[in-house]
C-alpha cells in the first residue's frame, strides 16, 4: 500500500512562501506520476501541480504557474510544493497524490495523504 504524508503547512502572512513536503512510502511502481490538490472551504477540491518521478516534466494549474514549484527528490522519495508569493485566496488544505498518469483529473490519482492547511492572512 503506497502511503503519502505531507507536511510544511501552516500560517504565512500575504506575500510570504512556504515549502510543502510529500514522503512516499510503499510499492511506488504505479506512483509514476506525484500531484498537489487543494481544497478551499465550501470549494472543490482543484488541480496544483504535477511532476513525473523519472523525467521531472511538471504540469500546473493556470493560475499556479510562475509561484508555485513543484520537484522532487528522488533519493528521498519527496516530492515539494515551493508556494511563494502567497495570497489568502490560496488558503486551503493542500493533498498529494499519486498515479500511473498526467493529468490535472482528480481521478487519476489513486492514492492520497490525508492534507496539510495552509493559511495564508492579509
Known amino acids: 500500500q503506497v502511503q503519502l504524508v505531507e507536511s510544511g503547512g501552516g500560517l504565512v502572512q500575504a506575500g510570504g512562501s512556504l515549502r510543502l513536503s510529500c514522503a512516499v512510502s510503499?510499492?511506488?511502481?504505479?506512483?509514476?506520476?506525484m500531484g498537489w490538490f487543494r481544497q478551499a472551504p465550501g470549494k472543490a477540491r482543484e488541480f496544483v501541480a504535477a511532476i513525473n518521478w523519472s523525467t521531472g516534466r511538471t504540469l500546473y494549474a493556470g493560475s499556479m504557474k510562475g509561484r508555485f514549484t513543484i520537484s522532487r527528490d528522488n533519493t528521498k522519495n519527496t516530492v515539494y510544493l515551493q508556494m511563494s508569493s502567497l495570497e489568502p485566496e490560496d488558503t486551503a488544505v493542500y493533498y498529494c497524490a499519486a498515479g500511473p498518469s498526467g493529468s490535472p483529473r482528480l481521478d487519476e490519482y489513486y492514492y492520497w495523504g490525508q492534507g496539510t492547511q495552509v493559511t495564508v492572512s492579509s
Open positions: 510503499g510499492p511506488t511502481f504505479s506512483t509514476s506520476i
